[in-house]
């Protein structure tokens, strides 16, 4: 149980254009999904928290009109990362918890590899 | 964000030796999380300890944490190759986690 995808599992695109990238949590119903960037052999930065029907709160420094996250429904959030640039390029990591109030346990999707080109 | 730094960040050890991570945290939490992550993948979430908790278990892992150290230790014992992989801790504070560096352990079969 538990389980989170990500779709695409990677995606390489041209400078300028966007890119979905979804979230689902596939046996469980997320009050909260969490979107993180990781660079190589860096640590994971989270990026926004989103809960099911709200707009997302973004960590200070993440460009809201740049990264757009919907949380459309308690199983599925997408983010688009408008007018890609090389510099965008990253793995995207999204994670789902259960939790209300304080986070004892987040599940992770395998994460989406951006390439910018 | 204020995160939990990891020491050391890279550990070699050959199958069967005990590896130990070490975490440092800044703030009150309300628990500290260890995950693993294999290359190119997500995390796994492999053990969880409060605040009020000083050591726990896990099959081969044991977690320590000190509150007045503001530390925490992760401790894999009889390595196998498969462990090899990332060891993240994160601070689990205001319904958010936050990410150390990380280590990275390489185990020799």
């Known amino acids: 149980g538990a389980v989170v995808s990500q779709h695409p599992s990677w995606v390489i695109c041209k400078s300028g254009t966007s890119v979905k990238i979804e979230c689902r949590s596939l046996d469980f119903q997320a009050t909260t999904m969490f979107w993180y960037r990781q660079f190589p052999k860096q640590s994971l930065m989270l990026m926004a928290t989103?809960?099911?029907?709200?707009?997302?709160?973004?960590e200070q420094g993440v460009e809201k009109d740049k990264f757009l996250i919907n949380h459309a429904s308690l199983t599925l959030s997408t983010l688009t990362v408008t007018s890609a640039h090389p510099e965008d390029s990253s793995f995207y990591i999204c994670?789902?918890?259960?939790?209300?109030?304080?986070?004892?346990?987040?599940?992770f999707g395998p994460g989406t590899r951006l390439t910018v080109t | 964000s204020q995160q939990g730094e990891e020491d050391p960040q890279a550990l070699s050890i050959q199958e069967g030796e005990n590896a130990t991570m070490n975490c440092s945290y800044k703030t009150s939490i309300n628990n500290l999380q260890w995950y693993r992550q294999n290359s190119g993948r997500g995390l796994v979430h492999l053990i969880l300890?409060?605040?009020?908790?000083r050591e726990k278990h896990s099959g081969r892992l044991r977690v320590t944490l000190d509150t007045s150290k503001k530390s925490s230790s992760l401790l894999i014992t009889a390595s196998r190759a498969a462990d090899t992989a990332s060891y993240f801790c994160?601070?689990?504070?205001?319904?958010?986690?936050?990410f150390g560096k990380g280590n990275q352990v390489v185990v020799i079969p």
């Open positions: 989103s809960n099911e029907g709200s707009k997302a709160t973004y």
């Open positions: 994160a601070e689990a504070r205001n319904n958010r986690l936050a």
């Open positions: 994670s789902a918890s259960m939790d209300r109030g304080v986070l004892y346990e987040q599940y």
């Open positions: 300890i409060r605040s009020n908790e």
